[in-house]
T-cell receptor, first 113, second 115 residues
């Protein structure tokens, strides 16, 4: 059974700092990995999707990397802003004909002005 | 493109009552998913439709839960004889159906409170 772990559970940084969020998964046979953002009481916003054959994806100040063999992904946020404060969730599709996302518990990020 | 919509956004009910939620996916998305999220946890998969066919169901989906997607358009999730443990955010997502590029787009969720 696929399990996804995110470290740290919470992170507080001053505005302008670069930061890295970590995600690990137990079964390396994945189709893809997605990073989402969730604001309090709201739904999920997709940030980046990395296919299993890719090593990284970039969107603006966000960069996500994938090391499938070691079961790890990182989300790098450059020059953090207070508006980046949210919970960041990592999720994988494990393949074998299943399209369900398996999520981690998320990292709650607070960017202090 | 108006995104995935869900109704109602909030629902308060008494234990033992039945509730029904509706999800309208992004038009032309043939896959639709239901997830449940409790406080402090990531979403957990419940079930998935490709067009009108329900192809996958989680063990979390007990006999009290039923989902439909008539004509492959909107979907409904019904919970019968609600229990306090059913209190959660119920999230719906849709995707266009391109393997390996399966970005799932989520709706705002329906928050259920069972008293």
């Amino acid at each position: 059974k696929q399990e996804v772990t995110q470290i740290p559970a919470a992170l507080s940084v001053p505005e302008g700092e670069n930061l890295v969020l970590n995600c690990s998964f137990t079964d390396s046979a994945i189709y893809n990995l997605q990073w989402f953002r969730q604001d309090p009481g709201k739904g999920l916003t997709s940030l980046l999707l990395i296919q299993s054959s890719q090593r990284e994806q970039t969107s603006g100040r966000l960069n996500a990397s994938l090391d499938k063999s070691s079961g790890r992904s990182t989300l790098y946020i450059a020059a953090s802003q207070p508006g980046d404060s949210a919970t960041y969730l990592c999720a994988v599709i494990s393949g074998a004909g299943s399209y369900q996302l398996t999520f981690g518990k998320g990292t709650k990020l607070s960017v202090i002005p | 493109d108006t995104g995935v919509s869900q109704n109602p956004r909030h629902k308060i009910t008494k234990r033992g009552q039945n509730v029904t939620f509706r999800c309208d996916p992004i038009s032309e998305h043939n896959r639709l998913y239901w997830y449940r999220q409790t406080l402090g946890q990531g979403p957990e998969f419940l079930t998935y439709f490709q067009n009108e066919a329900q192809l996958e169901k989680s063990r979390l989906l007990s006999d009290r839960f039923s989902a439909e997607r008539p004509k492959g358009s909107f979907s409904t999730l019904e919970i019968q004889r609600t229990e306090q443990g059913d209190s959660a955010m119920y999230l719906c997502a849709s995707s266009p159906g391109r393997p390996l590029k399966e970005t799932q787009y989520f709706g705002p969720g329906t928050r259920l409170l069972v008293l």
